[in-house]
């Protein structure tokens, strides 16, 4: 299954696509308002960041995650693409963050990899049941209460206490 982010899943997307449209407005509206220089001024950073949102956008919008029997792909566009294999997950589950919301993560232990998915992807309950039921015994609901990010909580998971040494082999 083919999951992504789309602005009916990310509303927020439209308040960027506003700023995208109102920031070169405001140059435009600048040179009935101030002097020429200065809405020039205005004008291109307008548009310079209105490009750079625009990019952002484009990206985000690109980004897929697909499923199917042997693994999960993770596609964040710009050449971002981790592909795990369901037997070689060792952690993931779901979290949350007070400020952030709910967020898938997945983690290789072996290869030391870990992607970590926001809930504004369109059917994010439906990837995180097929995750669920690709990684049972290994998936977990986490409320990261007083660690503050999930690489903390690994970290603790994963590194050994003091005085015990890691294996090796």
Do not use: Q
């Amino acid at each position: 299954m083919e999951y992504r982010i789309t602005v009916r899943s990310n509303p927020r997307l439209i308040g960027l696509f506003l700023i995208i449209v109102a920031l070169p407005a405001a140059g435009v509206v600048a040179f009935l308002l101030t002097s020429v220089i200065v809405a020039v001024l205005i004008l291109g950073a307008g548009l310079f960041f209105s490009y750079n949102f625009i990019k952002l956008v484009r990206s985000t919008l690109a980004s897929r995650i697909r499923t199917n029997a042997s693994g999960v792909v993770f596609d964040f566009g710009k050449g971002h693409r981790n592909e795990f294999d369901w037997n070689r997950i060792s952690h993931c589950g779901v979290y949350s963050e007070p400020k952030r919301g709910r967020a898938l993560f997945i983690y290789d232990e072996e290869d030391d990899r870990l992607v970590t998915v926001p809930n504004e992807y369109e059917s994010f309950d439906v990837l995180v049941t097929e995750v669920r039921e690709h990684t049972v015994g290994r998936f977990e609901i986490i409320d990261l209460g007083a660690l503050s990010t999930i690489e903390e909580y690994l970290r603790e998971k994963v590194t050994p206490p003091a005085g015990e040494k890691a294996d090796t082999e």
